[in-house]
Protein backbone atom coordinates (compact mmCIF):
# COMPACT_ATOMS: atom_id res chain seq x y z
CA UNK A 1 0.00 0.00 0.00
CA UNK A 2 1.48 3.65 -0.91
CA UNK A 3 1.26 6.67 1.23
CA UNK A 4 2.31 10.12 1.01
CA UNK A 5 3.34 12.64 3.68
CA UNK A 6 1.88 15.98 3.97
CA UNK A 7 4.09 18.43 6.15
CA UNK A 8 3.05 22.16 7.18
CA UNK A 9 4.42 24.81 9.31
CA UNK A 10 3.01 28.22 9.29
CA UNK A 11 6.17 30.83 9.21
CA UNK A 12 8.05 31.09 5.94
CA UNK A 13 11.33 32.05 7.46
CA UNK A 14 13.95 29.89 8.93
CA UNK A 15 12.33 29.35 12.39
CA UNK A 16 10.26 26.29 11.78
CA UNK A 17 10.60 23.58 9.90
CA UNK A 18 8.94 20.60 8.54
CA UNK A 19 11.64 17.98 9.89
CA UNK A 20 10.28 16.96 12.62
CA UNK A 21 6.68 15.81 11.48
CA UNK A 22 8.66 14.43 8.25
CA UNK A 23 10.50 12.15 10.34
CA UNK A 24 7.59 11.27 13.03
CA UNK A 25 5.33 10.52 9.49
CA UNK A 26 8.00 8.25 8.09
CA UNK A 27 8.19 5.76 11.11
CA UNK A 28 4.58 5.88 11.60
CA UNK A 29 3.78 4.68 7.58
CA UNK A 30 6.76 2.22 7.86
CA UNK A 31 4.69 1.11 11.38
CA UNK A 32 1.61 0.76 9.31
CA UNK A 33 2.73 -1.20 6.75
CA UNK A 34 2.80 1.46 3.81
CA UNK A 35 5.51 2.20 1.50
CA UNK A 36 6.28 5.71 1.18
CA UNK A 37 6.40 7.31 -2.40
CA UNK A 38 6.08 11.11 -2.00
CA UNK A 39 7.08 13.99 0.67
CA UNK A 40 5.00 17.39 0.00
CA UNK A 41 5.93 20.11 2.61
CA UNK A 42 5.02 23.73 2.56
CA UNK A 43 5.68 27.37 4.90
CA UNK A 44 2.53 28.60 4.91
CA UNK A 45 0.08 29.97 7.18
CA UNK A 46 -2.99 27.58 8.48
CA UNK A 47 -5.06 30.89 7.52
CA UNK A 48 -4.46 30.63 4.31
CA UNK A 49 -7.42 29.65 2.11
CA UNK A 50 -7.54 25.95 0.81
CA UNK A 51 -7.40 27.12 -2.84
CA UNK A 52 -3.98 28.97 -2.28
CA UNK A 53 -2.40 26.19 -0.76
CA UNK A 54 -0.37 24.50 -3.78
CA UNK A 55 1.58 22.18 -2.17
CA UNK A 56 -1.69 20.75 -0.26
CA UNK A 57 -3.64 20.42 -3.56
CA UNK A 58 -0.73 19.06 -5.37
CA UNK A 59 -0.67 16.80 -3.10
CA UNK A 60 -3.93 15.60 -3.06
CA UNK A 61 -3.35 15.60 -7.37
CA UNK A 62 -0.90 13.19 -6.35
CA UNK A 63 -2.59 10.71 -4.70
CA UNK A 64 -5.39 10.94 -7.44
CA UNK A 65 -2.80 10.42 -9.95
CA UNK A 66 -1.12 7.63 -8.98
CA UNK A 67 -3.72 5.19 -6.95
CA UNK A 68 -1.99 6.27 -3.55
CA UNK A 69 -3.73 4.29 -0.53
CA UNK A 70 -3.32 7.19 2.29
CA UNK A 71 -1.84 10.70 3.04
CA UNK A 72 -0.41 11.24 6.64
CA UNK A 73 -0.94 14.52 8.27
CA UNK A 74 0.85 14.64 11.79
CA UNK A 75 -2.10 16.32 13.22
CA UNK A 76 -5.74 17.91 12.00
CA UNK A 77 -4.54 21.47 13.10
CA UNK A 78 -2.69 20.70 9.37
CA UNK A 79 -5.72 21.08 7.52
CA UNK A 80 -6.41 24.83 8.79
CA UNK A 81 -6.45 27.16 11.30
CA UNK A 82 -10.22 26.82 11.85
CA UNK A 83 -12.87 24.32 11.97
CA UNK A 84 -14.37 25.48 9.09
CA UNK A 85 -11.15 25.11 6.28
CA UNK A 86 -10.57 22.10 8.25
CA UNK A 87 -14.20 20.45 7.47
CA UNK A 88 -13.61 22.06 3.75
CA UNK A 89 -10.62 19.60 2.82
CA UNK A 90 -11.63 16.82 4.89
CA UNK A 91 -15.28 16.95 2.77
CA UNK A 92 -13.05 17.42 -0.52
CA UNK A 93 -10.94 14.46 0.46
CA UNK A 94 -13.93 12.15 1.44
CA UNK A 95 -15.92 12.60 -2.28
CA UNK A 96 -12.50 12.12 -3.53
CA UNK A 97 -12.57 8.80 -1.82
CA UNK A 98 -9.02 9.61 -0.59
CA UNK A 99 -8.19 8.39 3.12
CA UNK A 100 -6.50 10.47 5.53
CA UNK A 101 -4.75 9.46 8.68
CA UNK A 102 -4.02 11.67 11.54
CA UNK A 103 -1.01 10.90 13.96
CA UNK A 104 -1.08 13.23 17.06
CA UNK A 105 -5.07 12.20 16.77
CA UNK A 106 -4.80 8.49 15.36
CA UNK A 107 -7.63 8.19 13.20
CA UNK A 108 -8.67 7.42 9.77
CA UNK A 109 -10.58 9.20 7.72
CA UNK A 110 -12.08 5.88 6.04
CA UNK A 111 -13.35 2.75 6.40
CA UNK A 112 -12.16 -0.27 4.53
CA UNK A 113 -15.06 0.23 2.16
CA UNK A 114 -13.97 3.85 1.09
CA UNK A 115 -16.91 5.25 3.20
CA UNK A 116 -16.49 7.69 5.70
CA UNK A 117 -15.19 6.68 9.28
CA UNK A 118 -18.79 7.30 11.50
CA UNK A 119 -16.60 8.92 14.03
CA UNK A 120 -14.47 11.16 12.00
CA UNK A 121 -17.33 14.29 11.42
CA UNK A 122 -17.82 14.43 15.57
CA UNK A 123 -13.93 14.12 16.23
CA UNK A 124 -13.20 16.87 13.33
CA UNK A 125 -16.02 19.62 14.97
CA UNK A 126 -14.80 18.91 18.75
CA UNK A 127 -10.53 18.24 18.15
CA UNK A 128 -11.18 21.64 15.35
CA UNK A 129 -13.19 23.59 17.79
CA UNK A 130 -10.65 22.91 20.77
CA UNK A 131 -7.86 23.84 18.81
CA UNK A 132 -9.77 27.10 17.54
CA UNK A 133 -9.94 27.69 21.33
CA UNK A 134 -6.96 27.55 22.45
CA UNK A 135 -5.57 29.10 19.94
CA UNK A 136 -7.97 32.29 20.68
CA UNK A 137 -7.24 31.51 24.72
CA UNK A 138 -3.30 32.00 23.54
CA UNK A 139 -3.83 35.04 21.13
CA UNK A 140 -5.46 36.68 24.41
CA UNK A 141 -3.07 35.79 26.20
CA UNK A 142 -0.54 37.38 24.23
CA UNK A 143 -2.56 40.65 23.54
CA UNK A 144 -2.94 40.69 27.27
CA UNK A 145 0.40 40.57 28.36
CA UNK A 146 1.38 43.09 25.58
CA UNK A 147 -0.96 45.60 26.71
CA UNK A 148 0.69 45.35 30.01
CA UNK A 149 4.01 45.94 28.65
CA UNK A 150 2.94 48.96 26.89
CA UNK A 151 1.48 50.12 30.00
CA UNK A 152 4.75 49.85 31.74
CA UNK A 153 6.67 51.92 29.34
CA UNK A 154 7.57 49.10 26.75
CA UNK A 155 7.87 49.64 23.07
CA UNK A 156 7.00 47.67 20.15
CA UNK A 157 7.66 47.57 17.27
CA UNK A 158 10.62 46.75 14.85
CA UNK A 159 14.20 48.20 15.95
CA UNK A 160 15.45 50.93 14.29
CA UNK A 161 17.71 49.48 11.39
CA UNK A 162 16.13 45.93 11.65
CA UNK A 163 13.57 46.06 8.73
CA UNK A 164 15.35 45.04 5.11
CA UNK A 165 15.82 47.63 2.39
CA UNK A 166 14.76 47.00 -1.05
CA UNK A 167 18.69 46.51 -1.86
CA UNK A 168 18.55 43.31 1.01
CA UNK A 169 15.07 42.20 -0.62
CA UNK A 170 16.51 41.75 -4.21
CA UNK A 171 19.94 39.81 -2.95
CA UNK A 172 17.67 37.34 -0.83
CA UNK A 173 14.79 37.08 -3.27
CA UNK A 174 16.78 37.39 -6.30
CA UNK A 175 15.80 34.08 -7.56
CA UNK A 176 11.97 35.19 -6.58
CA UNK A 177 12.24 37.95 -8.74
CA UNK A 178 13.91 35.86 -11.55
CA UNK A 179 11.25 33.82 -11.81
CA UNK A 180 8.78 36.34 -11.91
CA UNK A 181 10.15 38.36 -14.70
CA UNK A 182 10.12 35.10 -16.43
CA UNK A 183 6.55 35.05 -16.22
CA UNK A 184 5.90 32.58 -13.83
CA UNK A 185 2.88 33.07 -11.97
CA UNK A 186 2.56 33.54 -8.36
CA UNK A 187 1.87 30.14 -7.15
CA UNK A 188 4.57 28.63 -9.45
CA UNK A 189 6.87 31.04 -7.73
CA UNK A 190 5.74 30.45 -4.03
CA UNK A 191 6.37 26.65 -4.43
CA UNK A 192 9.78 26.52 -6.68
CA UNK A 193 10.65 28.88 -3.69
CA UNK A 194 9.29 27.96 -0.75
CA UNK A 195 7.39 31.05 -0.09
CA UNK A 196 4.43 32.47 0.90
CA UNK A 197 2.21 33.33 -2.04
CA UNK A 198 1.63 36.64 -0.37
CA UNK A 199 5.23 37.01 0.03
CA UNK A 200 5.76 36.71 -3.77
CA UNK A 201 2.44 38.88 -4.18
CA UNK A 202 4.11 41.40 -2.08
CA UNK A 203 7.39 41.71 -4.26
CA UNK A 204 5.92 41.73 -7.15
CA UNK A 205 4.43 44.83 -5.90
CA UNK A 206 7.62 46.62 -4.73
CA UNK A 207 9.30 45.95 -7.52
CA UNK A 208 6.59 46.69 -9.96
CA UNK A 209 6.78 43.59 -12.04
CA UNK A 210 3.80 43.09 -14.09
Request: hydrophobic share 35%; proline share 1%; aromatic share 8%.
Amino acid sequence: MKAIIYARVSSVTDRQSTDRQVIDLTKCISDRGYKLVGVFSEKISGATKNADRAVLNDAIKFVQENNVEMIFFSELSRLGRNVFEIQETVKRLIDLKIDAFFQKESFQLLDADKKPNPYASIMIAVLGTCAEIERENIKFRLNSGRNQYIANGGKLGRKEGSKKTKEQKADEYKKVLSDLRAGKSIRDVAKLNEVSPSTVQSLKKEFGIS
